[in-house]
């Protein structure tokens, strides 16, 4: 079975600063793919950025960016330029290449000071 | 384009009760999934509808049960509910195609409390 671990339940960072989130992984399998989620107050999930695992290159969106390290099975977000509304719950995920269900990790308490 | 929309917000049951909880996803998507968040506990799978059949089930006991509808929006009913079960119900949805490829996206959740 996969799990998903992220060691950091808590991180601060100042307004434009930035900040990494760290996540590890375990798996068997080769085909895959990775998601950050953020879940704010309001608590809806929010899709922060996607990876394939068959893709070297690392994703970015806009402030958003990976390092994906498939060796180490690794999977960290950077929040670049890190603003008050970047302030969530950021969930990492794995999802089997087959589909189907999300397995997430513990979660890390972002708080943004201004 | 609408997100996946969930009724009811918050929902307060006692012990035994039978709870129910809807699921709208976003037009065109045929998947539906339900994930607990219960406080401690993370983010849970609990089921995975895609038309209209139950594809997969998580680790939940048989008093958590469902079922999609032929427009693809879908129904959790827990029985006998417990006090354990107090969490937030996050229903998401996805794209039929590629599967693994398409992320799901998520509704506001319901807030289940057992009381």
């Known amino acids: 079975a996969q799990t998903v671990t992220q060691s950091q339940p808590e991180m601060s960072v100042q307004e434009a600063e930035t900040v990494t989130l760290s996540c590890t992984y375990d798996t068997s399998e080769s085909d895959y793919y990775l998601f950050w989620y953020k879940q704010p107050p309001s608590r809806q999930m929010i899709l922060v950025i996607r990876q394939e695992a068959y893709k070297q290159q690392n994703a970015t969106e806009n402030r958003f960016s990976v390092n994906f390290q498939k060796a180490a099975k690794s999977f960290s977000l950077k929040i670049s330029d890190s603003q008050l509304g970047d302030a969530a719950m950021y969930f990492c995920?794995?999802?089997?290449?087959?589909?189907?269900?999300?397995?997430f990790g513990e979660g890390t308490q972002l708080t943004v000071n201004p | 384009e609408a997100g996946v929309t969930q009724s009811p917000t918050h929902l307060i049951k006692t012990r035994g009760q039978q709870a129910t909880l809807r699921c709208s996803p976003i037009s065109g998507h045929t998947s539906v999934y339900w994930y607990q968040q219960a406080l401690g506990l993370g983010l849970q799978f609990l089921l995975w509808?895609?038309?209209?059949?139950?594809?997969n089930r998580g680790n939940f006991p048989p008093r958590f049960s469902g079922r999609q509808f032929p427009n693809y929006s879908s129904e959790l009913n827990v029985n006998a509910l417990e006090l354990e079960d107090s969490a937030l119900y996050l229903c998401?949805?996805?794209?039929?195609?590629?599967?693994?490829?398409?992320?799901?996206?998520f509704g506001d959740g319901t807030r289940l409390s057992i009381l």
């Open positions: 998401a949805s996805s794209s039929p195609l590629q599967v693994g490829n398409q992320p799901q996206h």
């Open positions: 509808y895609d038309e209209g059949e139950e594809r």
């Open positions: 995920a794995y999802r089997s290449a087959s589909g189907s269900r999300l397995t």
